[in-house]
């Protein structure tokens, strides 16, 4: 299974970017997905995440309201689209699933950095 991320950049604080992570692949068992962050000097932490068999989210209470995730089965690509970014959102976004059967395994993306400027 590979997790390709894409969509990152530089955005004004204010602004939006959406995240694309493509999966490719034996994912037939795929239990959730979703994305991770971290900053420089700090913990890498749950943003937004998806399961894959009834569309609970979860999201993180700094992005709740902000950031919005979703997913396109016939891509095996899961989104998330973030708007008014602070600066506090800056940081590399890591894409993971949660995919296999019968023992599922966690996979991570490349991670994709996201910019916030003045």
């Known amino acids: 299974v590979t997790l390709v991320e894409s969509g990152g950049g530089l955005v004004q604080a204010g602004g939006s970017l959406r995240l694309s992570c493509a999966a490719s692949?034996?994912?037939?068992?795929?239990?959730?997905k979703g994305w991770f962050r971290q900053a420089p000097g700090k913990e890498r932490e749950l943003v937004s995440a998806?399961?894959?068999?009834?569309?609970?989210?979860y999201y993180a209470e700094s992005v709740k309201g902000r950031f919005t995730i979703s997913r396109d089965n016939a891509r095996n690509t899961v989104y998330l689209q973030m708007n008014n970014l602070k600066f506090t959102d800056a940081a590399v976004y890591y894409c993971?699933?949660?995919?296999?059967?019968?023992?599922?395994?966690?996979?991570w993306g490349q991670g994709t950095q996201v910019t916030v400027s003045s």
């Open positions: 993971y699933g949660v995919i296999g059967s019968p023992t599922p395994r966690h996979y």
């Open positions: 998806i399961n894959w068999s009834n569309d609970n989210t």
């Open positions: 692949g034996r994912t037939s068992s795929t239990y959730s």
